[in-house]
């Protein structure tokens, strides 16, 4: 039985790709001519959001270079050593809400560090999992919809963050020590 999901699994994309096309066409939809409307509406969409991503970008940089992040690391260190977090992935915790690919990276690298199947690696990767990038989630979608007063949903988002990366600390400590 479960090869025969197996073998559905492998086709249902393909399938849905050939499926939909041929439905449209069947229903008279001049399907070029919809994909580049499509395509014209996505690069003006990219193009309106391109100023809020150099400037949520570029406010990173200015954060991690111009030294607050390692302030944020150093006040946040204590709290986390007592509560028996573990330090390495104190950084991860301050990163993740501004960068999913940097947070990733340093997610990556804790598990090369440390394995994954140590607490630290666990529980790097469920707060990987269990968090938001909540300043590129303001920027992109506030952005392409025009909302430009986001104070609240700022920090809901932060508030949910921590949250989110003290209940992955408590689940792995229930779950994996």
Do not use: H
Not at 10 to 36: M, N, Q, R, S, T
Request: net charge negative.
């Amino acid at each position: 039985m479960m090869d025969l999901f197996g073998e559905i699994s492998v086709w249902i994309i393909p399938i849905i790709l050939a499926a939909v096309p041929l439905y449209a066409y069947y229903k008279g939809v001049p399907i070029y001519d919809e994909f580049i409307e499509g395509a014209r509406e996505g690069l003006k969409l990219t193009w309106n959001l391109l100023p809020f991503l150099i400037a949520m970008l570029g406010a990173i940089a200015i954060f991690t270079e111009g030294g607050a992040m390692d302030l944020l690391f150093r006040l946040i260190a204590p709290v986390g050593e007592a509560l028996g977090i573990p330090e390495e992935v104190i950084p991860l915790a301050v990163m993740r809400p501004f960068s999913g690919s940097g947070s990733l990276g340093m997610t990556a690298s804790i598990i090369q560090n440390y394995g994954p199947d140590s607490f630290t690696g666990r529980l790097a990767s469920i707060m990987q999992g269990s968090t938001e990038t909540t300043f590129y989630v303001l920027t992109v979608y506030f952005g392409a919809v025009g909302i430009r007063k986001y104070r609240y949903a700022l920090w809901v988002g932060l508030i949910g963050d921590c949250v989110a990366f003290l209940a992955a600390f408590y689940i792995t400590s229930i779950f994996f020590c």
